[in-house]
């Protein structure tokens, strides 16, 4: 096996050896095994998860083993030769001679971008895994779908919970399974700096980004003449930020569509805004037959069964499930924790605890993402979004149960510093943010 040159040390594959100016440097077996991994992507990012599974195959280990393994080969070839890109992996910085195809372009070639891209003609399939049949969203995917055929960029608006990131997970699995649909998946929930997203798009569309542009200005040279779906689920947090970024790699592209999930529009013109609106319940006089074809009673009851297999929607059940599908106003995330609670405590007394709601409906965090595991983490995620004022007109309009006329809502929320003008559209803001439903009448509830 050839001789690999990474910056100036020199790398024997043979026999293991990582040399300085011909003379042998001591690092430890994983660090090399690291060190190839990341000789074979010169200037490229490389996933925590193929550096893990590359170096540690078939092994369970701690994660805290590969910062570790970074920083030794830092301490070697120098702090710059490893860039740390947060929450996704690794990219090696020296130029790499003799890796095999490719490996010779050093860190940063732009000249790496034509190839990146070619790849893309073939069908790209990223998305996260689908556990479980979406309920009562057919129209829902059909719409979205339509309204992708005609804008290039669409966003799925709606409340904590509501469903916006299973019906986008949907509508690209379905898109991909179209021969030669390219089509990635990227969550944002946990960046928290707007410079990270292009890192974490390249990373999941497989192309590398030259470090002598902006990242979105090297994004949109890699994607220019790409046909691609790529959805951005978790927005919200950095929706200010990103919303001109997003509109001008839609512009600059050709065939780019995107499609994000936010609690709130990103503003900018040529958007789509679909808002997503809780599952339908039954009325309080629908018979029990009738209540059970609404989609609300149709996924808790899926829910609830797999929890329980002996879990039977009937006539004897019905009437208190959909009074429990009431009162959580067809959430569908609200619906799913309170159907886990139906094995230890039954459907009778989870209705009777619905009014401590928040304590009540709490599951341990799934897939790593904490607010969506209770109600209550949700929540606060949702408005710590809020500036002060917001908060404090959310925080009045809790004295309101049931719906409201956005006249009697701005008297209410009126004081000195708020006058029915501005209480109006902080009101609005709080409709466009999620937290706050506009009913389909007229007038406006």
Same mark, same amino acid.
Not at 208 to 230: I, K
């Given at each position: 096996?050839?001789?690999?040159?990474?910056?100036?040390?020199?790398?024997?594959?043979?026999?293991?050896?990582?040399?300085?100016?011909?003379?042998?440097?001591?690092?430890?077996?994983?660090?090399?095994?690291?060190?190839?991994?990341?000789?074979?992507?010169?200037?490229?990012?490389?996933?925590?998860?193929?550096?893990?599974?590359?170096?540690?195959?078939?092994?369970?280990?701690?994660?805290?083993?590969?910062?570790?393994?970074?920083?030794?080969?830092?301490?070697?070839?120098?702090?710059?030769?490893?860039?740390?890109?947060?929450?996704?992996?690794?990219?090696?910085?020296?130029?790499?001679?003799?890796?095999?195809?490719?490996?010779?372009?050093?860190?940063?070639?732009?000249?790496?971008?034509?190839?990146?891209?070619?790849?893309?003609?073939?069908?790209?399939?990223?998305?996260?895994?689908?556990?479980?049949?979406?309920?009562?969203?057919?129209?829902?995917?059909?719409?979205?779908?339509?309204?992708?055929?005609?804008?290039?960029?669409?966003?799925?608006?709606?409340?904590?919970?509501?469903?916006?990131?299973?019906?986008?997970?949907?509508?690209?699995?379905?898109?991909?399974?179209?021969?030669?649909?390219?089509?990635?998946?990227?969550?944002?929930?946990?960046?928290?700096?707007?410079?990270?997203?292009?890192?974490?798009?390249?990373?999941?569309?497989?192309?590398?980004?030259?470090?002598?542009?902006?990242?979105?200005?090297?994004?949109?040279?890699?994607?220019?003449?790409?046909?691609?779906?790529?959805?951005?689920?978790?927005?919200?947090?950095?929706?200010?930020?990103?919303?001109?970024?997003?509109?001008?790699?839609?512009?600059?592209?050709?065939?780019?569509?995107?499609?994000?999930?936010?609690?709130?529009?990103?503003?900018?013109?040529?958007?789509?805004?679909?808002?997503?609106?809780?599952?339908?319940?039954?009325?309080?006089?629908?018979?029990?037959?009738?209540?059970?074809?609404?989609?609300?009673?149709?996924?808790?009851?899926?829910?609830?069964?797999?929890?329980?297999?002996?879990?039977?929607?009937?006539?004897?059940?019905?009437?208190? *499930? %959909? /009074?429990?599908?009431? $009162? !959580? @106003?067809?959430?569908?995330?609200? #619906?799913? +924790?309170? &159907?886990?609670?139906?094995?230890?405590?039954? *459907? %009778? /007394?989870?209705?009777? $605890? !619905? @009014?401590?709601?928040?304590?009540? #409906?709490? +599951?341990? &965090?799934?897939?790593?993402?904490?607010?969506?595991?209770?109600?209550?983490?949700?929540?606060?995620?949702?408005?710590?979004?809020?500036?002060?004022?917001?908060?404090?007109?959310?925080?009045?309009?809790?004295?309101?149960?049931?719906?409201?006329?956005?006249?009697?809502?701005?008297?209410?929320?009126?004081?000195?510093?708020?006058?029915?003008?501005?209480?109006?559209?902080?009101?609005?803001?709080?409709?466009?943010?999620?937290?706050?439903?506009?009913?389909?009448?007229?007038?406006?509830?």
């Amino acid at each position: 096996m050839q001789l690999i040159r990474i910056g100036a040390f020199e790398v024997d594959p043979t026999e293991r050896q990582l040399r300085a100016g011909g003379r042998p440097v001591e690092i430890g077996a994983r660090a090399f095994d690291l060190l190839l991994v990341l000789a074979e992507h010169p200037g490229r990012l490389v996933s925590k998860a193929t550096l893990l599974e590359r170096v540690w195959p078939r092994l369970v280990v701690d994660e805290n083993n590969l910062p570790a393994q970074i920083a030794s080969l830092r301490r070697v070839l120098g702090a710059g030769a490893i860039r740390t890109v947060p929450g996704f992996g690794y990219r090696l910085e020296l130029a790499v001679a003799g890796a095999g195809p490719g490996a010779a372009a050093p860190a940063g070639d732009p000249s790496a971008a034509p190839a990146a891209a070619a790849a893309l003609s073939v069908a790209r399939r990223t998305w996260p895994d689908r556990l479980v049949p979406l309920v009562g969203r057919e129209e829902d995917l059909r719409d979205v779908d339509a309204a992708l055929e005609r804008a290039c960029l669409v966003t799925i608006v709606g409340g904590l919970g509501v469903g916006k990131t299973r019906l986008a997970q949907e509508l690209l699995a379905r898109r991909a399974d179209v021969p030669g649909t390219a089509a990635a998946w990227v969550s944002l929930a946990s960046l928290e700096d707007v410079q990270h997203v292009p890192s974490a798009i390249a990373l999941a569309v497989g192309v590398s980004l030259s470090d002598r542009v902006d990242g979105f200005a090297a994004l949109r040279h890699a994607l220019e003449d790409q046909s691609l779906l790529l959805i951005l689920d978790g927005v919200e947090h950095l929706a200010g930020a990103l919303a001109a970024p997003l509109a001008a790699l839609v512009s600059q592209t050709r065939a780019l569509r995107i499609l994000v999930t936010s609690q709130a529009p990103l503003g900018v013109a040529g958007e789509t805004v679909y808002r997503l609106m809780p599952l339908p319940v039954p009325p309080a006089d629908a018979p029990g037959a009738d209540a059970a074809a609404y989609p609300a009673l149709a996924l808790f009851a899926q829910r609830a069964a797999a929890a329980d297999r002996r879990f039977v929607l009937s006539a004897s059940n019905a009437a208190h *499930v %959909g /009074a429990i599908c009431r $009162r !959580l @106003d067809g959430n569908p995330l609200a #619906l799913e +924790l309170a &159907a886990a609670r139906v094995p230890s405590i039954g *459907v %009778g /007394a989870l209705l009777e $605890r !619905l @009014d401590d709601r928040f304590r009540l #409906l709490k +599951l341990s &965090a799934r897939n790593g993402e904490p607010r969506h595991g209770a109600l209550q983490t949700a929540f606060e995620w949702s408005y710590g979004l809020l500036t002060a004022a917001e908060q404090r007109v959310f925080n009045r309009l809790g004295a309101f149960a049931g719906n409201f006329s956005l006249e009697t809502a701005s008297t209410a929320v009126a004081d000195a510093d708020t006058d029915a003008a501005v209480a109006i559209d902080l009101i609005g803001r709080l409709v466009d943010r999620s937290l706050v439903t506009a009913l389909p009448v007229e007038p406006p509830r």
